[in-house]
């Protein structure tokens, strides 16, 4: 479901960033969405850590079938030797199954966590093992929908800032929050607008 603010943002965003105006107008019909599932959304940032969206794809599609649905319990029950079958790395099968138990135990509390501001959650959620800044960005982007969220550590996204707004050399990261700047409090939708101008499929987490 596109987040309530989806329409004043991209109005905002056209208005004052030439960039993004044309992207908005180019991409009017794709909208941020989320799977709804918040294991998954992390799940799913975790496997697509270091690597490319379409990588992450295809180990998750190979996770997928391996344990039919990607639940707490099931990643649980799996075992290790299972899910490295799945093309995960022992790190990420660690992080898989530490993230698994918290959720299956509730030691993970998402509902509680949803008060939080942004840095504040942030900094809970880089508690549990494997979930760095990056992780936990893409978790309030894609399951919180969070509006103003600027993942300056997103490869995809230092691609496309540095080919829209400096003539495809790299940017550093104080040019790119600078820019970032500009787009408060709509952050989060640039980004995902940068993104698509990349691949214009829709990544969901």
Known sequence: MKPQYWK?????????DAVLGALI??????VLASRGDAFQTLARAIVGQQI???????????????????TPSAVVNAGAFRLRSCGLSGRKVEYL????????SGALDIAALSR????????????????????AEMFLI??????????????????????????GRALSRRRMRGIGDTWAPWRSVATWYLWRSLDPIPVEY
């Open 116 to 135: 939080f501001e942004d840095e504040d959650l942030i900094a809970e959620l880089t508690r549990v093992k494997g979930i760095g800044r990056w992780t």
């Open 8 to 16: 004043q943002a991209t109005r905002e965003l056209a208005a004052r």
């Open 25 to 30: 107008g180019r991409l009017r019909h794709a």
């Open 97 to 104: 199954c530490d993230l698994a138990t918290r959720f299956h």
């Open 52 to 70: 490319s969206v379409k990588a992450a794809h295809s180990v998750w599609d190979r996770l997928a079938r391996e344990i039919s649905f990607v």
């Open 142 to 167: 894609f399951h919180m929908a969070r509006p103003d969220v600027l993942p300056l550590d997103d490869i995809g996204l230092q691609r496309a800032m540095s080919l829209h707004y400096n003539r």
